[in-house]
């Protein structure tokens, strides 16, 4: 595909999305405004984090791509070849080995490193919009840090339920400022927001905006000190790799109502089967 | 035994395929041109240029058959590749006061300067289905004659002289660039009637349909609607002076609204406008209707609260590439939330049972 630029975008809109980037970084959590393109991809399919990896991504890099954990997902599959036929980058499943990991709806289980970046695809990036519709009323509470209607909705839940009935897009507190959607990572994978030790960068395409978290950010997610917040998962081991702390798809296998439960990150599940792992569904 | 679902690559390569043949449907059946497509599906081809944003009756036309003839994909096809188009300049302001019109009609005067031209409409043919078009599709000349020379004046020029009609005052800021900027609120008319031009035709028609029935009911007459072509000029900065470069097709629609006068405005007629490429006109007339509900603040008027009367929402709503995108993104796959949701369900059910059990026990 010689006739579009390097990753698909041309230089000047990949310049306007590294200062949004950039302003992102410098105020981590905040959402950014950008002129997001219309992409060769639908809109919900990804087209902000594929901007933002357009952005980002030099001919050196090597890139990953996830869709719910998995390598082999459809539309990771056709987000890694889209890349591969614009950027000519080296491609990976293996998440020490990527410089550039774009993921949809997961963290990878195996810790990040310096000089990573997670690229997240984000639906609707503004924490609450399911509270208040409208966008120039939630910049107002942004910027005045009213954050008070979300603790509400919160305590709702626990005083129906006994529980904060959220249980994926968990809201956190960036640095002690604004409260950011994580985009629908389930819960379990909160506490990887913080501390992370790579560049994690959100891009919502049809939303246009950015936000992004520096290396090693203070990422808090909201409770409440008599029900602080807890990560779940479904309370088994893998299936095939017998982990019993990664995030677990649940499989149905027959027609009885029998189920299976194997890791959702792929790459973690098949790395420890090389070594030897095994579950009791394994073969 | 589970294996994990590989060959995703695979399945949507040989999707591809089959997607490519079912457009070409049976090959027994002579394949469509796109100057077919262009010269006989020729109000298709204006739709998807108008919602698509770039005027290219040849490239509308690849995209509508390349989509099987859905345009909202087409219409994402050409909005697709027009982003990828280097930017030469803007053109001048074009003026429809000089189009060739092969429609014009008014509403609200039964006979004006210029004429009342009916052109090649829909309006009073009787709907029946013409089974002789299914045997053969060749038709007698129509009738012509010379087109009329020299400008053709608005209908709102001749009530503002009167000072019936609200002022439009003209206005050399550069308009706010929707593809280029993020929409941000409050949006000024000008970039408000930029997203309403290439918005979804069935939205905007449902909003401004939901205001003649009352949910902010503006009053609307069509003071005039016009088809035409209009020459399209660039300054080009080494010459120092405009050069015409080609000429669009256009449909403007120019509402005269009831308006009995306001906190802040006299009683007076006020204006809703629509601008359309192409041949376009239920599009341009919704359009008109939506800019005048939109325009509530600016004039003074009580928000009662319609869905047209909000700019957020109808502009955030407007565009079907995002609709449509968003709408159809939840089929694929959302295993992991799915399965939170699960965990968080099956935990709340097992409480809500256990207290059950509970209350029955005391």
């Known amino acids: 595909m010689t006739e579009y630029n390097f990753a698909y975008l041309d230089e000047q809109t990949k310049r306007m999305i590294r200062r949004a980037i950039l302003k992102g970084l410098a105020i981590p959590g905040y959402q950014v405004p950008f002129a997001s393109r219309e992409m060769p991809m639908p809109y919900g399919w990804g087209t902000g984090g594929v901007q933002v990896s357009a952005a980002v991504l030099t001919p050196k890099d090597t890139f990953k791509v996830i869709d719910q954990g998995a390598d082999d997902t459809t539309n990771a599959v056709s987000i890694r070849t889209f890349f591969q036929r614009t950027a000519g980058v080296a491609t990976t499943t293996a998440t020490s080995d990527a410089t550039v990991i ?76 604004y409260v950011m959607d994580p985009s629908p990572i389930p819960k379990f994978d909160n506490p990887k927001l ?90 | 035994m589970y294996v994990a679902v590989k060959g995703g690559e695979r399945a949507i390569e040989n999707a591809h395929a089959w997607l490519a043949e079912e457009r070409r449907g049976n090959t027994d059946i002579a394949e469509l041109s796109i100057a077919q497509i262009r010269e006989q599906l020729s109000l298709a081809v204006n739709r998807v240029m108008a919602e698509g944003s770039l005027y290219d009756p040849d490239l509308a036309a690849l995209a509508i058959k390349q989509a099987r003839g859905d345009l909202i994909e087409a219409i994402f096809l050409i909005r697709a590749y027009r982003t990828t188009l280097p930017r030469f300049g803007a053109s001048e302001p074009v003026d429809t006061g000089i189009m060739a019109c092969d429609r014009r009609i008014s509403a609200t005067f039964k006979d004006l300067p210029g004429g009342q031209v009916l ?76 997203a309403l031009t290439r918005a979804d035709e069935g939205f905007t028609l449902g909003l401004a349909y939901s205001t003649q029935r009352g949910y902010g009911r503006n009053h609307a007459f069509v003071g005039e609607l016009r088809i035409g072509s209009v020459p399209v000029e660039m300054d080009i900065p080494e010459l120092g002076f405009a050069v015409e470069i080609g000429e669009v097709i256009l449909t403007e ?68 590439i995002q609709a449509t995108g968003f709408l159809e993104h939840i089929k ?27 209350e029955a026990a005391e």
């Not at chain 1, 289980?109 to 990036?125: D, M």
């Not at chain 1, 910027?143 to 249980?167: C, F, N, P, Q």
């Open chain 1, 102 to 177: 774009q993921t949809r709806h997961r963290i990878p289980e195996e810790p990040l490193h310096e000089g990573q970046i997670l690229v997240y695809q984000v639906p609707i990036p503004e924490p609450l919009r399911f509270l208040e519709p409208r966008e120039s009323e939630t910049r107002k509470m942004h910027s005045l840090e009213e954050y008070g209607l979300m603790h509400v909705k919160l305590y709702e839940d626990i005083s129906r339920h006994g529980h904060i009935a959220t249980s994926y897009a968990y809201p956190v507190k960036v640095e002690g400022r």
């Open chain 2, 253 to 320: 629609c120019e509402t005269v609204n009831q308006f009995t006068g306001s906190k802040t405005e006299p009683p007076q007629f006020t204006r809703g406008y629509g601008l359309v490429f192409g041949q376009t006109e239920r599009k341009a007339i919704s359009m008109a209707l939506v800019d005048r509900a939109l325009r509530w603040e600016e004039l003074g008027e009580d928000n009662v609260g319609a869905p047209a009367q909000d700019a957020e929402f109808v502009l955030y709503h407007a565009d079907n």
């Open chain 2, 119 to 194: 052109g090649p409409t829909f309006d009073y043919t009787h709907r029946l289905l013409d089974f002789k078009l299914a045997a053969d599709g060749e038709v007698p000349k129509a009738p012509s004659r010379d087109a009329e020379t020299g400008n053709v004046p608005h209908v709102t020029e001749f009530l503002n002289r009167e000072g019936l009609i609200e002022e439009a005052p003209h206005d050399d800021t550069p308009p706010p660039d929707l593809t280029r900027e993020p929409l941000e609120m409050p949006a000024d008319r000008a970039l408000r009637l930029q």
């Open chain 1, 194 to 283: 913080g501390d992370m030790a790579a560049i994690q960068l959100f891009g919502a395409g049809r939303e246009q905006r950015i936000y992004a978290l520096p290396p090693y950010t203070q990422v808090v997610s909201l409770d409440f000190e008599d029900h602080p917040f807890e990560a779940s998962k479904a309370d088994h081991p893998c299936g095939m790799c017998g982990a019993t702390d990664s995030y677990l798809d649940e499989l149905i296998i027959d027609d009885l109502g029998g189920r299976m439960f194997v890791c959702s990150d792929s790459d973690y599940c098949e790395a420890r089967q090389a070594t030897g792992h095994k579950g009791k569904d394994a073969a």
């Open chain 2, 332 to 358: 694929l796959p959302h295993y992991v939330d799915f399965q939170s949701e699960l965990e968080l369900v099956r935990k709340l059910r097992r409480e809500a049972g256990a207290q059950q059990v509970q």
